[in-house]
């Protein structure tokens, strides 16, 4: 006798082959394909309203309109995964606007005044970081209070002045495409920081302490990572990165002024929840962020030609980031019913590859 009891016909399908059935309707769900659906839905639309929405002009405007934000999203992702957030970034873009009028209007070269900006992110970050990491303090809150005190920084020095009269290299940077190509010089800056921040995320031992603090804090400490010192360095990272869209933006508009990216922490963060990170950490992808942004591009590109107001176009990021938070979860309840309507039963550890997930 082998001991084994004989498979009746009312038993469940074997272990692998509802693995293999999870693993494919899992690879069917997965957010990121989801939103590709949606851009390429965006997109069909954006042809239906008008003859320009494919060409090279239109696709260099639209690109160009939201990569500062494209930008500050890839550091936010990372501060989310950790289950942290940062609503600063908007008013570090104005300091550092401010910062980089104020350098210029007394003589100092960009060459010398665009890496004291970045060091004005940098203290700003670890300002954030300190208070989150060290002091215990709720980052919704530190980043709320200091999206205030930074702005009001920016406006002790500059008030209401616009510093104007760049280099034209200077400005061209911001709102000009490579030669001979509709590719604004500011999206190779993104890809570049995308490509740096992807490999870190998903390649590296940094990236598996960013996810494992995410998951479970806790968990995370008592394993050796230092969550104080990681936390920290990516609010750094954050304020860093948002200086830098700040100069971009400072010469995308060929003025520095210390109202310079208002109301832009909404539209980072819909990017960051859209490109399905979880609000609550543990759970996100930087490819998912990347498609995120062309899908907003596309999306508000698409309502200006169709002549909708700012205004209405706010209330469409509204809705974007509340189905953003909902969709995921609601996929997941579905997933579980799916999953149990299937069988019931969750495949053996060995028979799931690698970065899938089931139940």
Same mark, same amino acid.
């Given at each position: 006798?082998s001991?084994?009891? !004989?498979? $009746?016909?009312?038993?469940?399908?074997a272990p692998?082959?509802?693995?293999?059935?999870?693993?494919r309707?899992?690879?069917?769900?997965?957010?990121?394909?989801?939103? =590709?659906?949606?851009?390429?839905?965006?997109?069909?639309?954006?042809?239906r309203?008008?003859?320009f929405?494919l060409?090279?002009?239109?696709?260099?405007?639209l690109t160009?309109?939201?990569?500062?934000? *494209?930008?500050?999203?890839l550091?936010?992702? =990372?501060?989310?995964i /950790?289950?942290?957030?940062d =609503?600063?970034?908007?008013?570090?873009v104005?300091?550092?606007?401010?910062v980089?009028?104020?350098?210029?209007a007394?003589?100092?070269p960009?060459e010398? !005044?665009?890496?004291?900006? &970045?060091?004005?992110?940098?203290?700003?970050?670890?300002?954030?970081?300190?208070?989150?990491?060290?002091?215990?303090?709720?980052?919704?809150?530190?980043?709320?209070g200091t999206?205030?005190l930074?702005?009001?920084?920016?406006?002790?020095?500059?008030?209401t002045?616009?510093i104007?009269?760049w280099?034209?290299?200077? /400005?061209?940077?911001?709102f000009?495409?490579i030669?001979g190509?509709?590719?604004?010089?500011?999206?190779?800056?993104?890809?570049?920081? %995308?490509?740096?921040?992807?490999?870190?995320?998903?390649?590296?031992?940094i990236?598996?302490?960013?996810?494992?603090?995410?998951?479970? @804090?806790d968990?995370?400490?008592?394993?050796?990572v230092?969550? @104080?010192?990681?936390? /920290?360095?990516?609010?750094?990272?954050?304020?860093?990165?948002?200086?830098?869209?700040?100069?971009i &933006?400072? %010469?995308?508009?060929?003025? %520095?002024?210390?109202?310079n990216? $208002?109301?832009?922490?909404l539209?980072v963060? $819909?990017?960051?929840?859209?490109?399905g990170?979880?609000?609550?950490g543990? @759970?996100?992808?930087?490819p998912?962020v990347?498609v %995120?942004v062309? /899908?907003l591009?596309?999306?508000?590109?698409?309502?200006r030609?169709?002549?909708v107001s700012?205004?209405?176009?706010?209330?469409?990021?509204?809705?974007?980031?509340?189905?953003?938070?909902?969709?995921?979860?609601?996929?997941?309840?579905?997933?579980?019913?799916?999953?149990?309507?299937?069988?019931?039963?969750?495949?053996?550890?060995?028979?799931? *590859?690698?970065?899938?997930?089931?139940g």
């Amino acid at each position: 006798m082998s001991g084994q009891p !004989a498979m $009746t016909a009312d038993q469940p399908a074997a272990p692998r082959e509802t693995a293999g059935r999870q693993l494919r309707l899992g690879g069917v769900l997965r957010w990121e394909s989801f939103l =590709l659906v949606i851009l390429a839905i965006v997109v069909w639309a954006g042809t239906r309203i008008s003859e320009f929405f494919l060409t090279g002009p239109n696709f260099s405007n639209l690109t160009s309109a939201v990569m500062e934000v *494209a930008i500050m999203a890839l550091p936010l992702t =990372l501060i989310i995964i /950790t289950g942290e957030i940062d =609503l600063s970034v908007e008013s570090m873009v104005g300091l550092s606007s401010a910062v980089l009028g104020l350098l210029w209007a007394g003589g100092v070269p960009l060459e010398i !005044a665009i890496p004291l900006v &970045l060091v004005v992110g940098a203290l700003g970050g670890l300002f954030n970081g300190v208070l989150v990491a060290w002091g215990g303090l709720p980052s919704l809150v530190v980043t709320i209070g200091t999206l205030a005190l930074y702005r009001g920084i920016a406006n002790v020095l500059l008030g209401t002045r616009a510093i104007s009269q760049w280099p034209q290299g200077f /400005t061209s940077f911001g709102f000009s495409n490579i030669p001979g190509t509709p590719i604004p010089w500011t999206l190779i800056v993104f890809a570049i920081l %995308a490509a740096l921040f992807w490999l870190v995320a998903h390649t590296t031992w940094i990236g598996r302490q960013i996810f494992a603090v995410g998951k479970n @804090k806790d968990a995370a400490r008592y394993s050796g990572v230092d969550v @104080k010192r990681l936390k /920290t360095t990516l609010f750094v990272v954050s304020g860093v990165v948002a200086a830098l869209a700040g100069v971009i &933006l400072t %010469a995308r508009f060929s003025s %520095a002024r210390s109202d310079n990216g $208002t109301g832009l922490a909404l539209t980072v963060v $819909t990017i960051a929840v859209l490109g399905g990170v979880d609000i609550n950490g543990g @759970k996100g992808t930087i490819p998912g962020v990347i498609v %995120a942004v062309f /899908t907003l591009a596309a999306l508000q590109n698409a309502l200006r030609l169709a002549g909708v107001s700012s205004e209405y176009q706010g209330v469409a990021v509204g809705l974007l980031l509340v189905v953003s938070v909902t969709a995921p979860y609601i996929a997941r309840q579905s997933r579980v019913v799916v999953d149990r309507a299937l069988g019931g039963r969750h495949p053996p550890a060995g028979s799931i *590859a690698p970065g899938e997930t089931v139940g």
